[in-house]
């Protein structure tokens, strides 16, 4: 009722009912918020998302909802608080909204290699970076020697760009004089150019005799 009469100043009493039992209750108050919240209410929002539940899914639809590049910003800077459950809801919240200026810290926190904040800051990665992000994250991948699940988030990017030229180049590049899981870890997204030089440097993996070189080619 509150959310249908626009009643605004009860949105701090919607997020303090986020937290009730009454899973009922608790979405209904998510729902109001997507109309109703601000600012002030965006971190009680992001840290329901991050959970599961009739109620997660509520807030989280609710953050995408709420207008305003504030709200964005209110979760750009929830990247960078100290609890880790909720920089994973940021991340998450971050990429429901598609908010693609959080892509910085998104870089930033991916260099520190914190395990516990991964599962949705690969997620937002993939959805929210573009092209223009390749550089870094071959840098990160090179640093994390081949991580499998940031490959997978290169790869995606890569298969979205709009200069495939350039993008083999910056994998060759990457490829010349690379060692290791890392050079292993290259040769799929070499594949994904499908140009000529891409393959003729996948053809030489088969006949490395290395079985791993192989199995990634």
Do not use: M, Y
């Amino acid at each position: 009722a509150l959310e249908g009469r626009g009643d605004h100043g009860v949105g701090d009493w919607g997020a303090a009912f986020l937290g009730v039992e009454d899973e009922a209750g608790a979405t209904a108050a998510a729902k109001a918020l997507a109309s109703l919240g601000g600012a002030s209410h965006v971190k009680a929002l992001a840290r329901v998302a991050g959970g599961s539940g009739v109620r997660a899914e509520a807030a989280l639809e609710s953050v995408s909802r709420i207008p305003g590049g504030e709200i964005d910003d209110e979760l750009i800077k929830l990247l960078r608080d100290p609890d880790k459950a909720t920089i994973n809801a940021a991340e998450k919240c971050l990429a429901k909204r598609q908010v693609r200026s959080a892509v910085p810290v998104l870089l930033e926190l991916a260099k520190g290699k914190d395990k516990t904040i991964q599962r949705e800051l690969w997620k937002a990665l993939l959805l929210l970076a573009d092209e223009t992000h390749l550089p870094a994250l071959i840098g990160l991948l090179r640093d994390d020697e081949g991580d499998e699940r940031l490959r997978d988030v290169v790869a995606g990017i890569a298969r979205r760009s709009t200069n495939r030229a350039a993008t083999a180049a910056l994998f060759l590049n990457a490829h010349d004089g690379a060692k290791g899981n890392f050079k292993f870890a290259l040769l799929p997204l070499l594949a994904i150019s499908g140009g000529s030089q891409e393959l003729a440097a996948v053809a030489a993996a088969l006949k490395d005799g290395d079985p791993e070189a192989a199995l990634s080619a």
